[in-house]
């Protein structure tokens, strides 16, 4: 029987857009009507996040609301394995978390296996609030910025020339052509406030000519100029098939056309374990982003939240990928109001971000979640005092000189550019 169905991705986590986006491509092919209105659905799949409260907040709220429409719902995302005691209170429904997101197909009529489907895609459609082209020009055209932008430009031209740049410049201002590839799944890390790797499972990373194949389709016939790599941590890519992530960089930016690429969501140490390839292989000016979540930078606060690196190792190669390769947009994320933070770390983490220089990032509130080691530590704040700490990387971003905005118009993240 054929269904309609209403997506709805209550997320902004690229990875679950990614899914989103599969599945709509799944459900078509089998003949099912994707639609618009939920008022017209036999069925509902709504994506949820639940990394941290702010996403989970989302996710609930959309998840009480969708439930009105009396429809058959089902609920894709990780919030059913990061906090089912709060799910359970108010839903008891189908529930499909990443882990298992093969058995979406046991809900629908098929000839075509998911499996056909579980890849890489153009994931526009299914942002949950995509970043619009007027918010764009507002923020290239204020007047402060022009000059920020001009200089970027011309730095830019210097290494991309005139032409290349300015293709660069537009597909990004309008969103245009972004194509992720989806490499693996699955996480290899412990980290003690994370709650993820529950609901994401252990990794299984793709075959590398599986996935060059599909990057040299998108690129030469999807015309795609914009690839982006998508994992739950893209330097684990290649330990469950006696590879590394060095390895599919090094076959992605020898295809011969042009298009850049952006690394999401990289651990600071495989920067460390592969420094001298990954820095031979930016010499081939496609790889322009990278998101490096250095999360702090004391490293008291580090082994707090398990994870293994040493900072200023990571503050020495991060700065010598940067003068090496002006071009690279660098982006981290900080957690802020750690356990036990003091006020000390709070400059130290703003000092990082100014000295690296990295170039965006997110600043986010730390918050419980459930059964993970952080949240049975001593030394947690309020949360009139966690607000107080976002105030302060707030005011101290201005300082040095970053543009600032508190997301969603409130404390729980900061967005900062220079």
């Given at each position: 029987?054929?269904?309609?169905?209403?997506?709805?991705?209550?997320?902004?986590?690229?990875?679950?857009?990614?899914?989103?986006?599969?599945?709509?491509?799944?459900?078509?092919?089998?003949?099912?009507?994707?639609?618009?209105?939920?008022?017209?659905?036999?069925?509902?799949?709504?994506?949820?996040?639940?990394?941290?409260?702010?996403?989970?907040?989302?996710?609930?709220?959309?998840?009480?609301?969708?439930?009105?429409?009396?429809?058959?719902?089902?609920?894709?995302?990780?919030?059913?394995?990061?906090?089912?005691?709060?799910?359970?209170?108010?839903?008891?429904?189908?529930?499909?978390?990443?882990?298992?997101?093969?058995?979406?197909?046991?809900?629908?009529?098929?000839?075509?296996?998911?499996?056909?489907?579980?890849?890489?895609?153009?994931?526009?459609?299914?942002?949950?609030?995509?970043?619009?082209?007027?918010?764009?020009?507002?923020?290239?055209?204020?007047?402060?910025?022009?000059p920020k932008q001009l200089f970027r430009y011309v730095k830019s031209s210097v290494y991309f020339g005139p032409v290349?740049?300015?293709?660069?410049?537009?597909?990004?201002?309008?969103?245009?052509?972004?194509?992720?590839?989806?490499?693996?799944?699955?996480?290899?890390?412990?980290?003690?406030?994370?709650?993820?790797?529950?609901?994401?499972?252990?990794?299984?990373?793709?075959?590398?000519?599986?996935?060059?194949?599909?990057?040299?389709?998108?690129?030469?016939?999807?015309?795609?100029?914009?690839?982006?790599?998508?994992?739950?941590?893209?330097?684990?890519?290649?330990?469950?098939?006696?590879?590394?992530?060095?390895?599919?960089?090094?076959?992605?930016?020898?295809?011969?056309?042009?298009?850049?690429?952006?690394?999401?969501?990289?651990?600071?140490?495989?920067?460390?374990?592969?420094?001298?390839?990954?820095?031979?292989?930016?010499?081939?000016?496609?790889?322009?982003?990278?998101?490096?979540?250095?999360?702090?930078?004391?490293?008291?606060?580090?082994?707090?939240?398990?994870?293994?690196?040493?900072?200023?190792?990571?503050?020495?190669?991060?700065?010598?990928?940067?003068?090496?390769?002006?071009?690279?947009?660098?982006?981290?994320?900080?957690?802020?109001?750690?356990?036990?933070?003091?006020?000390?770390?709070?400059?130290?983490?703003?000092?990082?971000?100014?000295?690296?220089?990295?170039?965006?990032?997110?600043?986010?509130?730390?918050?419980?979640?459930?059964?993970?080691?952080?949240?049975?530590?001593?030394?947690?704040?309020?949360?009139?005092?966690?607000?107080?700490?976002?105030?302060?990387?707030?005011?101290?971003?201005?300082?040095?000189?970053?543009?600032?905005?508190?997301?969603?118009?409130?404390?729980?993240?900061?967005?900062?550019?220079?």
């Amino acid at each position: 029987m054929k269904r309609k169905v209403y997506l709805y991705n209550a997320t902004e986590c690229p990875r679950r857009t990614l899914d989103c986006t599969n599945i709509r491509d799944f459900l078509k092919e089998n003949g099912h009507f994707i639609v618009e209105n939920p008022e017209e659905a036999d069925d509902i799949l709504l994506f949820t996040c639940a990394a941290w409260d702010m996403p989970e907040q989302y996710s609930v709220e959309a998840l009480k609301k969708l439930k009105t429409y009396q429809k058959n719902l089902i609920l894709m995302g990780c919030l059913s394995e990061i906090n089912p005691e709060l799910l359970d209170m108010f839903f008891n429904g189908i529930k499909i978390p990443p882990k298992t997101l093969h058995s979406i197909q046991n809900h629908f009529s098929h000839e075509t296996s998911f499996s056909c489907f579980d890849r890489g895609n153009d994931c526009s459609s299914y942002l949950r609030r995509p970043f619009e082209i007027q918010r764009n020009l507002t923020r290239i055209s204020s007047i402060r910025n022009i000059p920020k932008q001009l200089f970027r430009y011309v730095k830019s031209s210097v290494y991309f020339g005139p032409v290349r740049t300015f293709r660069m410049a537009f597909d990004l201002l309008t969103r245009k052509k972004e194509y992720s590839l989806k490499i693996a799944t699955g996480c290899v890390w412990n980290c003690s406030y994370c709650a993820v790797k529950w609901a994401i499972g252990r990794l299984v990373s793709r075959p590398l000519e599986e996935c060059d194949e599909e990057a040299r389709e998108a690129v030469r016939e999807g015309g795609y100029r914009r690839v982006r790599l998508i994992a739950d941590d893209v330097g684990s890519y290649g330990l469950d098939i006696g590879i590394s992530f060095v390895d599919i960089l090094d076959r992605l930016t020898r295809i011969n056309k042009f298009f850049t690429l952006s690394l999401g969501e990289l651990n600071p140490v495989w920067i460390l374990r592969h420094y001298e390839q990954f820095n031979e292989i930016l010499k081939r000016k496609k790889i322009v982003s990278l998101v490096v979540p250095v999360q702090s930078a004391s490293q008291r606060i580090i082994g707090l939240m398990n994870r293994k690196y040493d900072i200023e190792s990571v503050k020495e190669h991060l700065s010598g990928l940067k003068r090496r390769h002006r071009y690279l947009h660098l982006i981290t994320h900080i957690i802020a109001a750690f356990p036990t933070e003091t006020s000390e770390e709070i400059n130290k983490n703003v000092s990082f971000i100014r000295d690296v220089p990295i170039d965006a990032g997110n600043v986010i509130m730390y918050s419980d979640r459930p059964g993970t080691e952080s949240s049975k530590m001593d030394g947690h704040f309020p949360q009139e005092e966690k607000e107080r700490r976002m105030g302060e990387y707030f005011r101290l971003l201005k300082k040095s000189r970053y543009q600032a905005e508190f997301r969603e118009k409130t404390p729980y993240a900061i967005y900062f550019t220079r």
